[in-house]
Nanobody, 130 residues
Framework: QVQLVESGGGLVQAGNSLRLSCAVS????????MGWFRQTPGKEREFVAS???????????DYADSVKGRFAISRDNAKNTVYLQMNSLKPEDTAIYYC????????????????????WGQGTQVTVSS
């Protein structure tokens, strides 16, 4: 069983930054594809960013167009942790942010859909005031 625990959410003013963390249990974390998704009431869950193994010590990151250039996903395999650095936050970034793990990720795979992830965290609220 893999467990994910997010932290780092909160209330910030527009233009400021937050860094979300997701601590992951699991013996082969370095091979997991990791993703961040977000959801607001009444809307479907939305892809934000993902990071997946592309061979050796190389990882490939993908971003939603709405966050490209403002958000950055990274991982520390020694700490079994994935991060989402969020800069230049906007009120429309307000949502519950979820961390997810694909424990069966293939080399070079790209995982942008929630259905491709088999474990999820409980979520952390991010609120951006104008």
């Amino acid at each position: 069983q893999v467990q994910l625990v997010e932290s780092g959410g909160g209330l910030v003013q527009a233009g400021n930054s937050l860094r979300l963390s997701c601590a992951v249990s699991g013996r082969t974390f370095s091979r997991y594809a990791m993703g961040w998704f977000r959801q607001t009431p009444g809307k479907e869950r939305e892809f934000v960013a993902s990071i997946a193994w592309s061979g050796g010590n190389t990882y490939y990151a993908d971003y939603a167009d709405s966050v490209k250039g403002r958000f950055a996903i990274s991982r520390d395999n020694a700490k079994n942790t994935v991060y989402l650095q969020m800069n230049s936050l906007k009120p429309e970034d307000t949502a519950i942010y979820y961390c997810a793990a694909n424990t069966n990720a293939r080399y070079g795979g790209i995982y942008l859909r929630g259905t491709e992830y088999d474990y999820w965290g409980q979520g952390t609220q991010v609120t951006v005031s104008s």
